[in-house]
């Protein structure tokens, strides 16, 4: 069974840090583009970052300088460095896996596999 767990959010006041945790199971996790994408009440769910199975790496202008993904493959792990926090950086944070293209998508409909999710709240 195929399954993402995240893990790492939390609450923290603004100009904190945190790191989130996605661990990967039932799949070769080297071969997969995988993704963080975040989501709010009010917004569709929407892309952070990204690292292709090669290592290609792309960020949200919004989180751009701030974020820092990263990945282990050996590990099954990917994480999501996350510095001067913002208010504006509250939702519940989702890692997702694209079987299918080496290449970063930023959009959802791609991706095959997403985990639960993890809080994240920012206070000011």
């Known amino acids: 069974q195929v399954q993402l767990v995240e893990s790492g959010g939390g609450l923290v006041q603004a100009g904190g840090s945190l790191t989130l945790s996605c661990a990967a199971s039932?799949?070769?996790?080297?071969?997969?583009?995988m993704a963080w994408f975040r989501q709010t009440p009010e917004k569709e769910r929407e892309f952070v970052a990204a690292?292709?199975?090669?290592?290609?790496?792309d960020y949200a202008d919004s989180v751009r300088d701030r974020f820092t993904i990263s990945r282990h493959n050996a590990k099954n792990t990917a994480w999501l460095q996350m510095d001067s926090l913002r208010p504006g950086d509250t939702a519940v944070y989702y890692c997702?896996?694209?079987?299918?293209?080496?290449?970063?998508?930023?959009?959802?409909?791609?991706?095959?596999?997403w985990g639960q999710g993890t809080q994240v709240t920012v206070s000011s």
């Open positions: 997702a896996v694209d079987y299918f293209s080496a290449r970063i998508s930023y959009s959802v409909g791609p991706y095959d596999i």
């Open positions: 039932g799949i070769t996790f080297s071969r997969y583009t």
């Open positions: 690292v292709t199975g090669s290592g290609n790496i």
